[in-house]
Nanobody, 114 residues
Framework: VQLQASGGGLVQAGGSLRLSCTASRSSVSTYTMNWYRQAPGNQREFVAT???????NYADSVRGRFTISRDNAKNTVYLQMNSLKPEDTAVYYC?????????WGTGTQVTVSS
């Protein structure tokens, strides 16, 4: 599977963005799909996940503000980000996981200004 993330940009604190992760060569429905982020000088950290059975989970720092969803017809996973904070600034990456295999996509920059 190949993954392409998009939708990042510059937004003011309190604003919203929707990230997309579009897959090719394979269907997103066959994977657990995840979003991670990495801020400068920090390790990559988990943000959100959606399983094949549509079970979702979130990092405590984004729970209640971010929503992960999947559109199998468009072969795309989304991350709706609301009430953005400056500390959400990072490069956001999606990955697809099945058994012991993890496939990473490209990143998209999100910058939240105060």
């Amino acid at each position: 599977v190949q993954l392409q993330a998009s939708g990042g940009g510059l937004v003011q604190a309190g604003g919203s963005l929707r990230l997309s992760c579009t897959a090719s060569r394979s269907s997103v429905s066959t994977y657990t799909m995840n979003w991670y982020r990495q801020a400068p000088g920090n390790q990559r950290e988990f943000v959100a996940t959606i399983t094949r059975g549509e079970i979702t989970n979130y990092a405590d720092s984004v729970r209640g503000r971010f929503t992960i969803s999947r559109d199998n017809a468009k072969n795309t996973v989304y991350l709706q980000m609301n009430s953005l904070k400056p500390e959400d600034t990072a490069v956001y990456y999606c990955n697809a996981a099945v058994l012991s295999r993890v496939y990473w996509g490209t990143g998209t920059q999100v910058t939240v200004s105060s």
